[in-house]
């Protein structure tokens, strides 16, 4: 009963969706717009909730215990309930102490996890640069190419780079993502057909 | 140690939070509070404004109030401001007016102080539900209240009780409600709905004193003192002039044709007049317009100062001027703007502007049409205070012209549309157009002198985008764009087969582009036969020295410049005696998909409520349709004992004027009461009411109200205006299929036809699936392509069981809706039954809190399967944080801290992906990713050991399980690629070589 009510409701409502698809008539719109999506508005502050039960299971056992670097867990903890309190005693406009913790503690921070990227996608292409095959030295005239078209001296080389950028970008790169596109998709629906016809449950837990 | 580093850091934090607290604001209070009257308004609306506080204030809203007296005044809205900034101006505004939120289900139950204020401060959250403190209040507003649907029909509750001495309340968008002549008290049916029933807006009423207060809320959310309550009272004014009036004289065939805008607030106009008067009776005129202006400053000052002596106006004169046209405004929707009146010639030869409905009957001189002067007016509707305001445009002469100067008008075709459903009608018409947007020069020769000036320059090549506007029944095949120099020398011709929006055109002869070129275009579409060898489109190209770039000129077709003139699609549903406007739309726009929504709500006007009860009164009437022979609106009230009793009421009034006009003495009073019998035995002999009337269950018999109501509301006749905007337009007769229907109503469709290709493709694929797995349980042994990516996870897992390292499992940075996190959720199962049978530690952190349920489900039930129930740990499958880069940061940390010796990062990734990646690169970990995130392939690639590309993914669960359900699928997906690949093969031999029928065969999407 665990799996097979569970299952029955994936099946029925996968292929209730699929028939969604091909039918535009008011019936199958009103079941999505007005039923399924209220719904899942409806469900997800009650997910949100399990979320921050597990933090503080987490957490709590952690600081409880005195976990190897416990005091980690008192800052989420100061970080959540600092901040859910300021935005319930406070609101949540401009000026108000949640949003100076956004803008003066969670968008730097995010800000400079973002930036390390620059860093990080040196370091990466100087790995992926490195000339040791064809396949790479290939890689890499194309990335100089399409790195000098983007910049200005690119064009004042008056070699065709610019186009011989478009022409990387526009054709070898696009056919490739589209190969790659048109095998996602079918795995996509491999893998949907596979829930919906209840051949892969692993999502239920566990294997089968 | 770590305790005082703990503490230290806790003491920064304090003080960090301490110094963001400023100083709370001085008491402050808003000065000079005004409330005024907007102008050329219904008498709707007021004007607040007051002094914005300092900056130094640090205000994050204002607050406004209103009430009806001095002592209760409650929350209306708030203006929201950047503490940092402040207000830049000097004044900050606020308008109560048009329809805004009364009440509805949102509101308090009870009645609330405003927060932080003094015991006697008059100031109150919201309006509660509380109907004994909200019901006194409707009288003083115009409340609509907006009722959904199966609300309405069958949900409200019958009431019964004394009518009320005044008019019902306005604001009912319904038209034709109840026509009793009957005086006395009278039982009176309302429909009784709870305040969760409706949602209630409400309009000021003209001449209605109204209290309003501001007052501030600084960033501490401090409430700062009110100031002084102020009165306003809204006057209904005179509509705007209108600003723009057009008239054109058509002569040959005597019409007059009248164009113009309308002032922005038409609320309350009842209608559109034309005027036409002498030349020499403008002095008289514009006396009689001051007159009206004079009459309308008397009425308000009486109202001001109701004790205040007006003097009448001296000598007044008779307006010249003679309507020659007026309909009623299409309010709420958008009202035509364009009209004509053709000239009659009797059999004397005398000329005259006729319309008998209207009473119109003024003669005119075709010969002397430049004598006669044309104004416009907009008449308010008249009530009980106001008189009904008329205002004049300025009086302008008509431009003759003949037919041939109008523009010609395509044939219209109107359609339900396909594939929907049922809330569009397609309206298209006229031939396709392709219009040059854009030129960019790709190749130009340049002569410079020896200090880099330039001396002469030669464009040789351009790319030229275009644009292309079609509809349903033309399909372009191909275009061909001839280029030709400024003597008309063809230099270029390029033959678009595929449409691509761009064209690239290159003088052949050596011709400097820049000196102008004239594109000509063509088209051969699925209606070449229509479209004809003459449908040519012209375009110039011509240098701008300014931006130093070719420019578009204006798109031709003959001798009409396309781009002069406007499309305005006009209907009419069956349930009104007027055409709306539908969209007005540019001359290139070959297509329209008019929107023709359901029903959802019912417009009531609320004046009436039962406090004990807790229940708004309506009235119980719809109107559901339109009788164009007896010009009335049809209306049904809900409940079956109501429309009994009207039926009576009708019967009766029939049967007394009968009486009444068998006796009369005169043919004008029979006449008279013979009106009357028509109009009360139209309503008895109606087929709507009388079917209703047959209905005996309510529930039933609404339903079939709310059918006819829709069927009305959404059928409609269509017609077209071309027009220059400035009255030489042409207006389509009204449009009839080949059946002669002329009303179109549109159609809830079963099957998107255009998905028939979608569904052919999935029916063969699951066919594919279904007969691959069959042949994988009779024991076909399918040859897989090795994925290395896939057998290295068992390596890898054995490489932290031999390290003693924990496993990193990242399951994907999105929700379950995403099929990347499925297929990352099913390898997690194959991963945490082997780190269970290895007894390695498997830390799985979660950024969606729906996956993390699941991910704990999946492993703990791997470690069931694995015969390890007792190593299953909840904590370590949990919630990190929803935030992109704070997640990252936690991952980042649990791989520098707990060292993890495998990391595997498999579903959707975004921008994160690489620093994830990175970090676990420079910690020595085996990482294996795979992600169908096209963007973030290339970083995996090159920080991880290994990468399941795009559908690798979804293919690692079946892989790794080797049951024959899932290599079946497997299969099935090689032969699927294996033909998609294949038509797109020999899609694109085909179209290389002009052949587009095979991709034409393929729907667009």
Redesign the interface.
Known sequence: MKRTIPLLIVIILGFTF?AH?????????DFYFEWYLVWTKAMSPF??L???M??F??HG?KIQRKAH?W?YS??VF?GLIGTAAAGF???R?????YM?IFE?I?MP???T??S??AF??A???Y??FRARSIEATVLLVAAIIVMLGRIPLGAALKIGIPETTTWILNVPNLAA?RG?????G??????????ILG??R??????D | MIVRRFLSGLFLSTLLVLLWIPLAAQDMKVQNLVVEDVADDDGTGLQISWEPLPKEARIIEYRVYRGISSDSLFYIGRIPVNPKTGVASDRMYFYDKSYNYFLDVRASGKLKKEKQQAPDSPLYQELPKDLSITGPMLKHYRILGVIPKKEFYYHTTKIEREAPAEEEAEGDLEEGEGEEEDEGPEIETYAGLAIRQLTMYKKLIPDHEYLYTVLAVDQTGKFLPYCEPQAGTPRNNAPEKTKEFYSVYVNDIHRLQFEWSLPLNNDDIRSHNVYMMHKDDLPVFQQYVAQLKQQEKNLLASKIDTSAVIPEIENPVENPAQRIFTRPTAYPYTSVKTCYVDMTQDENGAWAIQDEDNRINVPIDPEMMGDYLFVFSLIEYPDENYPGFETFSDPIVTKTISDADLPALPAITVEDKENDKGDYNTVFWGKPIVNLTKAVIISEDREEDEDGELIRSTIKKLLVNYETQTNKHFKIYNMYFDVFDKDGNQIDTVNEFYQDNKIKVSASNGYNLKDGVTISMRFKTNHDEEIGDDYVLTQELFFNDTSRSMEPGKLMHGAEIVDDYYYMITKQPANSANFREAKKLSGFMRQLDDTINYERSIFKGVSEYDADKGIVLVSTSLSVNYDYENEASISIPIYGSVLEEDKKDAQEIVDEYTAKRDSAATDAEKDHFQMYIDHYSAQLDNEILAKAAQIKDDKKRNHFIAKIREKAARNFKYRMIKSDGQAAFRMSEVYKDAKGNERFFPVSNWFDTSKWAMLIATIIFGGMVFFMISRARKGHDFYLRPIAGIEEIDNAIGRATEMGRPILFVPSMSGLNDVATLAALAILGKVAKKAAEYDTKLIVPCRDYIVMPIAQEIVKEAHYEAGRPDTYDKGSVFFLTTSQFAYVAGVNGIMIRERTATNFYLGMFYAESLIMTETGSTTGAIQISGTDAVTQIPFFITTCDYTLIGEELYAAAAYLAREPLMLGTLKAQDYAKFIILALVIIGTALSSSHLTFFIRAFPDK
């Open positions: 699929v698809v091909f039918i535009p008539h008011k019936i199958s719109q997910l949100v399990l979320g921050v597990s933090l299971m987490i056992t670097n005091q008192v800052f100061v005693i406070w609101g406009q401009d000026g108000t102490p100076w003066n969670q921070l995010g800000a996890m973002f390390l990227l990080y996608i370091s990466a292409a790995k992926a993502k790659i596109a048109l095998g996602v079918l795995g996509m629906v491999a893998t949907s057909l596979k829930i051949i892969e692993t999502y239920l837990g566990g294997g």
